[in-house]
Structure formats: structure tokens, C-alpha cells
Nanobody
Framework: QVALVESGGGSVQTGGSLRLSCTASGYDFSDVCMAWFRQVPGKEREAVAIINPNGDNAHSVDSVKGRFAISRDNAKKILYLQMNSLKPEDTATFYC??????????????????WGQGTRVTVFS
């Protein structure tokens, strides 16, 4: 069955860095767009960054541009999110997501086929 397992979350001081990883199994990882979402309690889950199947095109939301970078290793079936210059407002639970076919660049939660379990990121000042 499909599984997405995130790792790499934790607590870090403002200005620090973290790299999230998401290991996929149970489907053709290299055929689908992947994304990272994040959610703060009481708020809607929002897309942070999306990457196309072969990894040569990616988009991210304005609030993380220049600080976060999404990438993937299709041979290893791993999705990454490198997060630099972290701010307290980045504190959230981050989710790995496999996008439905035909909805690659949509940021809507409804366009996600599979979710990871989430990994917590806390940025303290």
C-alpha cells in the first residue's frame, strides 16, 4: 500500500535550518508531482512548495521564496524540503503530499491523493 513517511522535523532557533525528508513507497513516485504542505492549529492546511515529476520545475509560496527549496531523488523515492532562515511564523506541522494526476500546480488540499503523517517544526526566538 501507499506510504509517505516524513522525518527531519524538530525545534530550531530563529535563523536556523532544517531539512525535511519524505520517503515514499507503494506507487510510482517518479510519475507524480509532489508537494509540502503545512498547518497551524486552527488554520487551514496550506501548500508550501510543489515539484514536478522529474524535479526540474518547482513553485513555492511567496512567504518561503528564497528560504525554502523543494527537491526530490526519484531513484531513492525521497522528497526533500530544505528550510533556511527559519522564522517563528514557520512553526507548523509539515506534511508530505502526493498530488493527483492533472493537478500538479494546484495548491488545493483536495488535489492531494496521499498524505504523510506530518512532522512538527518549531522555531523559537
Amino acid at each position: 500500500q501507499v506510504a509517505l513517511v516524513e522525518s527531519g522535523g524538530g525545534s530550531v532557533q530563529t535563523g536556523g535550518s532544517l531539512r525535511l525528508s519524505c520517503t515514499a513507497s507503494g506507487y510510482d513516485f517518479s510519475d507524480v508531482c509532489m508537494a509540502w504542505f503545512r498547518q497551524v492549529p486552527g488554520k487551514e492546511r496550506e501548500a508550501v512548495a510543489i515539484i514536478n515529476p522529474n524535479g526540474d520545475n518547482a513553485h513555492s509560496v511567496d512567504s518561503v521564496k528564497g528560504r525554502f527549496a523543494i527537491s526530490r531523488d526519484n531513484a531513492k523515492k525521497i522528497l526533500y524540503l530544505q528550510m533556511n532562515s527559519l522564522k517563528p511564523e514557520d512553526t507548523a506541522t509539515f506534511y508530505c503530499a502526493s498530488k493527483k494526476s492533472g493537478y500538479c500546480w494546484s495548491r488545493a488540499v483536495a488535489t492531494v491523493a496521499y498524505w504523510g503523517q506530518g512532522t512538527r517544526v518549531t522555531v523559537f526566538s
